[in-house]
């Protein structure tokens, strides 16, 4: 859902435990607390991205006048989930001013991940609108119009979708987005990072297992599948899969049907398909890591996400949204001035919009209710050429301390260079024409070789001469079958 905690406030342990089991399952960072006094002490020790409280029949009933109270110090709107085999507690009509919403006993995974969708939308500031737009990946230019039209045409109907583009692009937005506006929106968004999890641990989890199927199977335990039954099951970094579990995925994909691990009965399921990576898959398909068949079953409707430097123009919308989310969970707010923007619409952000949210966390952290300059960046965005955005200042998220003054924005040396390289990419055109991804490879394979010359054959020195993260630069080196 969002980079956000949900607080389990529950006396009784095995009740908190089943609900932080399924709140990881939805890839949530549940955190438990006995009573208010722990409630207080984690208040206090913690910022308040929190996305909910979940608070037991229980607790409510000893001490609910003083935890509204208490949840009334917290960033408003804070959602308040409560927990119990009847309907909503009679103090909930006497504190309006927080969101009250009912979680039956026992606890079902798709109606808390229903109410979890309409905590996530009060927190956006639209109780009204259970499911509209919460997820829309924001942007304006050229390319997103596209990318826009091809969820819009696509959500629809159950075809399978595969995103594909750079880290930090905003993949997971535009699935979450297809999935909303989707019949499926009222069932669960289950999403699975494939490199995030260990191979031989990779079946369990999709699958889920039986007591006693292998050593540690203590409990029967259901999989990410039947938890997205009748909605919608996100497969992230689907390259980094094992051919052994593609092989598994894609009988799934055929034949609709999976055995849990250590059980021979089938199991039937209804769940749509979307998946994204940021590697090259007819790539890994040559190279033998990648199974040509279900690449054909995934990619039936593909949809790239640019990267952020194709779409700078998109880049003070995006500020305006990602700090009013900032805000929206913290409580504290920045602006950028026009000096402040047109130092980051000048850089080339190879983190995406994920480098850009992580900036914005940053300032919000160091400067609160500050209107940002270029000398209050760090360093590495300070470098910009005339051109820049015109606009003026923009509301963001917050910061506490000044970063040391700075020179103001200057053209980096690496700018020039890049652009000469173009100018004489365009001088050299020939009249028949060229490839131009075999081209701009054998630019690129040419300033690796020369950045590695000049680092003394160090990976991480050539990084810093490209403006590169290391672990970027040796992926490169893997795709081009290049040795430092």
Request: net charge negative.
């Amino acid at each position: 859902m969002v980079d956000a905690k949900v607080i389990v406030m529950d006396p009784s342990d095995s009740q908190a435990r089943t609900l932080v089991t399924v709140l990881r399952f939805l890839d949530l960072e549940p955190v438990h607390v006995h009573d208010l006094k722990e409630l207080r002490e984690y208040q206090r020790s913690s910022a308040h991205d929190w996305l909910a409280v979940i608070v037991a029949q229980e607790t409510v009933a000893t001490q609910g006048a003083e935890l509204v109270e208490q949840l009334r110090s917290i960033a408003q709107p804070l959602p308040v989930i409560y927990l119990s085999s009847d309907g909503l507690p009679k103090i909930a009509e006497t504190s309006g001013d927080l969101a009250w919403f009912h979680l039956e006993l026992p606890v079902k995974q798709r109606r808390l991940s229903a109410v979890l969708d309409q905590a996530q939308n009060v927190r956006n500031g639209h109780p009204t609108q259970p499911g509209a737009h919460r997820f829309r990946p924001s942007g304006t230019s050229r390319a997103m119009r596209a990318v826009h039209r091809l969820i819009e045409q696509v959500a629809p109907f159950d075809t399978s979708v595969l995103i594909l583009g750079e880290s930090g692009t905003g993949k997971e937005m535009v699935a979450r987005h297809i999935h909303e506006l989707s019949g499926r929106a009222g069932h669960p968004f289950v999403p699975v990072n494939c490199g995030a999890i260990p191979a031989d641990l990779l079946e369990s989890e999709l699958f889920g297992h039986e007591k006693g199927a292998f050593t540690g199977a203590l409990s029967t335990r259901l999989g990410r599948f039947e938890f997205a039954e009748g909605g919608t099951l996100f497969l992230d970094e689907i390259g980094d899969m094992s051919l052994q579990m593609q092989v598994k995925l894609l009988r799934v994909l055929q034949e609709r049907s999976f055995e849990r691990v250590g059980s021979n009965r089938t199991i039937r399921c209804n769940v749509r398909i979307i998946a994204a990576t940021h590697r090259d898959l007819e790539e890994a398909i040559g190279a033998g890591r990648f199974r040509e068949d279900l690449f054909y079953r995934l990619n039936v409707f593909p949809v790239q996400m640019p990267p952020l430097r194709e779409r700078l123009e998109d880049l003070p919308v995006l500020i305006e949204h990602l700090a009013q989310r900032q805000g929206q969970i913290s409580g504290r707010h920045i602006r950028l001035d026009k000096e402040a923007m047109n130092c980051l619409v000048r850089n080339r952000w190879p983190g995406n919009v994920r480098e850009l949210s992580n900036l914005l966390e940053r300032l919000a952290i160091l400067f609160p209710e500050h209107t940002i300059t270029p000398a209050d960046l760090p360093e590495r965005y300070r470098s910009v050429g005339s051109a820049g955005w015109a606009g003026s200042a923009v509301l963001v998220a917050p910061p506490t301390e000044s970063i040391p003054d700075a020179e103001s924005c200057t053209t980096t040396h690496a700018t020039e260079e890049f652009d000469q390289l173009l100018d004489d990419a365009e001088a050299s055109l020939p009249r028949g024409g060229i490839d131009l991804k075999d081209h701009m490879s054998a630019i690129e394979i040419g300033l690796i070789r020369k950045a590695l010359e000049e680092a003394d054959g160090t990976v991480a020195g050539a990084a810093r001469l490209l403006n590169i993260r290391r672990t970027t630069l040796v992926e490169k080196l893997r795709k081009y079958r290049l040795s430092a």
